[in-house]
């Protein structure tokens, strides 16, 4: 039988690749805006630390010359249609795999870069950048789980996944609370 971690990759791509093709449009619609405009304040700056603007502006926006954000519209696109595929029952080859392996491994180190960016460099942060980094994180989780599910070294990897998420994400949480701390406790 397969593990439960296994069965649910198809619905993990096409609600996170949803919700990341999602936030990466909106950013891009974003983008866009503030590229017209440059005093436009993006919809998801709300206060000194959740500032989308300030993030936008920077060259860690743009990376590799252009948006980042379309490297989302690419690589969710791929994503969604991937999790779709699978729930219609489709059998994807070993390559497939080891290309979403690739391509959602080069994700998880890009958004992690960008987390150490937003946290020390640049002092802020995108809530919609913040849901890519989320999903993006799953994406590659249950990626990795599906490749490795028949290596016995994984099993306990396979039996508590949600257990390896959860301490993944508060690390992050740790990290955001630690970086904005004098911010927070201005709040109360």
């Known amino acids: 039988m397969t593990p439960f971690a296994v069965r649910a990759t198809p619905w993990v791509l096409l609600a996170g690749g949803a919700l990341g093709l999602l936030a990466s449009f909106v950013l891009t619609v974003e983008k866009i805006a503030l590229l017209k405009d440059f005093s436009y304040i993006p919809t998801c700056s709300v206060n000194p630390v959740l500032s989308c603007g300030s993030i936008m502006k920077t060259p860690q926006a743009e990376l590799f010359g252009f948006p980042n954000p379309l490297l989302g519209i690419a690589g969710f696109s791929v994503v969604v249609t991937t999790g779709a595929a699978l729930l219609g029952g489709a059998r994807l080859p070993r390559w497939y795999w080891l290309g979403l392996q690739i391509g959602s491994a080069l994700g998880v180190v890009f958004v992690h870069w960008l987390m150490v960016q937003s946290l020390y460099v640049i002092g802020a942060l995108c809530p919609y950048c913040m849901a890519v980094w989320a999903v993006t994180i ?11 599910h028949k290596g016995p070294e994984v099993k306990a990897a396979i039996r508590y996944h949600s257990v390896v998420l959860v301490v993944w994400y508060a690390a992050i949480t740790v990290a ?6 004098s911010y927070w406790t201005t709040l109360g």
């Open 176 to 181: 955001v609370l630690q970086a904005f701390w």
């Open 138 to 148: 799953a994406v590659f989780w249950y990626t990795t789980l599906h490749n490795l």
